[in-house]
């Protein structure tokens, strides 16, 4: 009944496997508007010179050079119009020696002339124009195919379309472009995922990978088919593959690919064509598969969000690169460890959050998809490392561009994100203890800690704003504020300070769903999951549900004593301002 | 006739008025498949636990975790097996005391039960299963809530959306999200300015800023609405924008915008609304304009690709991403300047090419193409730096993030463009005579130097590889090839190794169109621009063209002396090969 994995390959070998023979894209051709991002499919050789005619390149007049040698400031040449060409006209004037043709910039050089006097170095009156400055031959003249000339290289096949690119080949006339075209279906297994268009059921999940992969996909610049969920039967799985080849020339699963029961994607794959190899000897990402059917690439991911975005950037993307004949970029910065991490003895992808240069292991299982949200990057930790030092520099694989102004840790509290939403700050919150957030604080990850006011500081930290909230009950229903009897209640964690106080002050109740924040509190309430519950008032507002003032809680907002920035600063005025608000709305 | 600009203004004051009041996004609701890339609407806060329910986070057996503490290898502990419960099914059985319920990963865990024993730890047989190892509560359990809890913020509006924020969404079960949408009009102006796909009138040119800008606007997550060439007259442009801006939130234009005579755009912007600045104090980017029509924003670009796209980042990008509500981001990575650098006094935005971590200056003026299509980058060069030292370190804001893997300076040679093809490198050929190419190797710009076998060395560079080409004549009209009086040759520049054996061995010919490259002789002949070409017998080949031996030609590849990297043995190899076939083909 129970399979194990028979043999683990470790990812390189698992790399040389997959790349070995890598799918052959297909051509497609596509309108200019649509290539950026794609890859191109052939070597573009200019069949034109750019410009196709010498083309004045500053407003002035064009003329012959050996008319203007002996021009100065004290003697200028005078030299008659003869007309005038506008750009994009085809010149009706020529110059011959003594005369001058009014140009603009673009304009096509008459015959006759061999440059173009500046506008600024010519006083034109009656017909003639007085020239203040010699010219070289072919000053200020952009000559025929200068640019680009007939028969030259522009762009090799295998060249990554961005804007520059599309330019080039605009320039050339080319309104359309061969791109390379991998077609990659992606799908989920497993009878618990429901796909998010679908209401909810119970025991399920959302589908999360189709999503990511799909997108991670067209990053990289092949061409997800989306497919969504397949049925987790042996019959029904087989047939949704094959089907989908017709149309793909890849296909990329995920979910079904460990060895448990009904995990049935290998014997799959075995049946239907070749599996290659079966379990990575890496975290995450263990559960990895590889196969062909007809020949062309089958990969099952590992179901978990983490674990096959992760499984994807290091096995798939290299692979597509391959295929679509681009280089794989492993863009990588270096960061310093921030805290000591003890690993296994297997290769190791350690999720991390960035942070002002610093790297912060972060990890809630590869099964969460907070996980997946809130590392910025990947450490590849080598097989024989075992235990990870703080201050240790490693490369990092980063997984998003995005910067944050701010790391918030501590009690969650909706009067500080109001206030950090009103200065536009791009922030992350890491809602957890007071406790934990001081050592958050102190090591680096967080910039301020958001704190119950009796906690007793640390010599290094000291206090940039302290404010009252106000705490209360949380109801649907006016009458249970005032007879709660019996009434269930949404829990709070007991790490947290309003845990604290609901145990103190509501000590026995019923409760019922467990909550983490004071919006989650509402929530629970406005959706029935709680009859009541604790929290700040700002919460009850969001949703207009009835409020009974209960008592005042404290906060403290923390910052290192060596944490000058402006925005520390900023946060601490923005919170004055409040505090003095509510002073007078009162 | 002659306007000048009358207030030029610096970068920063333009930036400054820009984003002074930056338009509104529209908000707009687009499936997850389209939301790659744009920019979310509103805060995302959780309204589902996820999980939502307490899953099982490994295979195994779901227990009481108190039946299970003194398990151990030598004395197991042994439960029934009541049950089992697959991933997505709701559970039909409950463990109670001395009971086990057989799960796999994801499966809901079982009323009762309060952990799971990993199946590697329990044997399972005639209806029981000894666990080996004790459990402590919610051991390999993923509680409800426990990745994303009711009610938590789980991205801000403003977010950038890649792959893992669409897998956010995807977890939290919105199929559709809300995205900020601005609609930015995009047109060239300019009589000499045709589409890409006409065909190209005598005295005009291609459109390129059209499709850079609107490429580029896609990239920062903005949505360009594609017009094109718009007419050059003061009615007609008049019409066009205050049409498009029925449409659109803002229109970017380019052309049009100097203020030399038929530069209209400055009055059909101050007559239609209002014109708040036309001129910036920067190189490339002098001519650029900015006004309100209608409460929109209308912004006129310079015409030469390189100084418009130079603007967009500068300016346009900033202001996008301020409409968007993202953090303008100033990527920048430090190169040293690999050559002097002389300044203008005002500030220039310098393009450069990035090698191997330095940084040439490259300019072929920003009416070139090439200039846009070679820099990787740009340097902002103060208005108070006159000269730039070689050796000094500058940021340098990259234009692209393709890595070439080779710089090849020198003679055109199509032989030695096969070899690299068929070596699948990513290379930029930069043709130019074998003087400035030797010059050029020795700076560090390129890699290999192609010159002809003639030239003496410096001490510091030597020969990798030599080969012989065989140069001739190349005609549709095989006649020609024997009689050639008064044809019309192709004409090769005499910076050029095979301009000087022309001068010597054609002396006196009849030169019609000017060329750089041996495919450019080629398609001289093909396209009858051309009688006769002198070429290399591989260019005729390409085009199945008549051709006639004349002579050998002596090709040396050249590397640095301290270059012992095994890209330029591969390459030296691949050439050697080359010589054996065309020994044997003899």
Redesign the interface.
């Known amino acids: 009944?129970?399979k194990e994995f028979h043999r683990l390959i470790s990812l390189d070998k698992a790399i040389e496997l997959a790349l070995g023979d890598a799918p052959r894209p297909r051509v497609r051709i596509v309108n200019?508007?649509s290539?950026?991002g794609r890859v191109l499919a052939e070597?573009v050789?200019?069949?034109?010179?750019?410009?196709?005619?010498d083309?004045a390149?500053m407003?002035g007049y064009a003329v012959r050079s050996e008319d203007c040698i002996i021009a100065s400031e004290s003697s200028p040449v005078r030299l008659r119009i003869v007309g005038s060409v506008?750009?994009?006209?085809?010149?009706d004037a020529s110059a011959g020696p003594g005369e001058a043709v009014e140009v603009?910039?673009?304009?096509?050089m008459p015959e006759g002339a061999d440059a173009v006097v500046m506008?600024e170095y010519a006083d034109?009156a009656d017909g003639y124009v007085m020239i203040r400055r010699p010219v070289h031959p072919y000053e200020n003249v952009?000559r025929?195919?200068?640019?680009?000339?007939?028969?030259?290289?522009?762009?090799?096949?295998?060249?990554?379309l961005?804007?520059?690119?599309?330019?080039?080949?605009?320039?050339?006339?080319?309104?359309?472009v061969k791109i390379r075209s991998l077609r990659v279906g992606v799908a989920s297994t497993?009878?618990?995922?429901q796909?998010?268009?679908?209401h909810?059921m119970?025991?399920?999940?959302?589908?999360?990978?189709?999503?990511?992969?799909?997108?991670?996909l067209?990053?990289i610049g092949a061409e997800p088919v989306?497919y969504g969920v397949f049925p987790?039967s042996y019959d029904a799985l087989s047939e949704s593959i094959a089907t989908a080849l017709i149309d793909c020339d890849m296909m990329i699963l995920s979910g079904s690919t460990?060895a448990?029961?009904?995990d049935m994607l290998y014997r799959v794959v075995s049946d239907l064509g070749e599996l290659v190899f079966h379990g990575i000897n890496l975290k995450p990402g263990k559960p990895t598969l590889f196969g062909r059917v007809g020949g062309k690439h089958v990969i099952g991911l590992p179901?978990y969000?983490t674990s096959a975005?992760t499984v994807f950037w290091q096995l798939v993307s290299p692979l597509v690169h391959r295929s679509l004949?681009l280089?794989s970029?492993h863009?990588s910065l270096k960061a310093t460890l921030a805290r000591p991490f003890r690993s296994e003895s297997r290769r190791q992808m350690l999720p991390v959050i960035i942070h002002r240069g610093k790297a912060y292991p972060f990890d809630?299982?590869s099964?969460?998809?907070?996980t997946?949200?809130a590392?910025d990057g990947i450490i590849d930790v080598p097989a024989d490392r075992e235990y990870l030092h703080a201050g240790e520099v490693f490369d990092v694989h980063p997984?998003?561009?995005?910067?944050l102004?701010l790391i918030i840790s501590g009690e969650s509290c909706p009067v500080l994100?109001a206030a950090l939403?009103r200065m536009?700050l791009?922030?992350r919150?890491l809602?957890r203890g007071s406790m934990r957030a001081l050592t958050d604080l102190q090591d680096g990850l967080a910039d301020i800690a958001c704190i119950t006011a009796t906690q007793e500081l640390p010599e290094d930290l000291r206090v940039v704003a302290s404010y009252r909230r106000e705490l209360g009950l949380i109801s649907r229903n006016p009458d249970l504020l005032l007879n709660s009897d019996g009434a269930a209640f949404a829990a709070w964690g007991r790490d947290s300070g309003v845990g604290c106080i609901m145990d103190s002050m509501l000590p026995g109740v019923r409760r019922s769903?467990?909550?983490?924040?004071?919006?989650?509190?509402?929530?629970?309430v406005l959706?029935g999951?709680a009859d009541l519950a604790l929290g700040a008032r700002e919460?009850a507002g969001m949703w207009g549900l009835h409020f009974r003032y209960l008592a005042d809680d404290g906060i403290s907002i923390v910052a290192r004593m060596d944490d000058t920035r402006d925005i520390i600063k900023d946060i601490a005025d923005a919170l004055k301002e409040r505090s003095q608000d509510a002073a007078v709305s009162t």
């Open positions: 009944m129970h200019l508007e290539a950026l070597n050789i200019a069949e034109i010179d750019v410009p196709h005619f083309r390149a407003d506008s750009a994009g006209s085809i010149p603009s910039t673009g304009s096509a506008v034109a952009q025929r195919g200068a640019d680009l000339s007939l028969g030259e290289r522009v762009l090799s096949a295998g060249t990554h961005g804007p520059r690119e599309i330019g080039m080949l605009a320039a050339l006339g080319m309104s359309r497993g009878n618990e995922i796909s998010p268009d679908e909810l119970p025991c399920k999940i959302y589908d999360v990978n189709t999503y990511t992969i799909s997108s991670a067209s990053q989306v987790d460990s448990g029961r009904g179901g969000p975005l004949g280089r970029h863009f809630r299982g099964g969460a998809v907070t997946l949200g590392s997984l998003s561009g995005d910067d102004d994100e939403d536009n791009r922030f919150y809602v769903v467990e909550v983490r924040t004071h919006t989650g509190a509402a929530l629970a959706q999951k919460a």
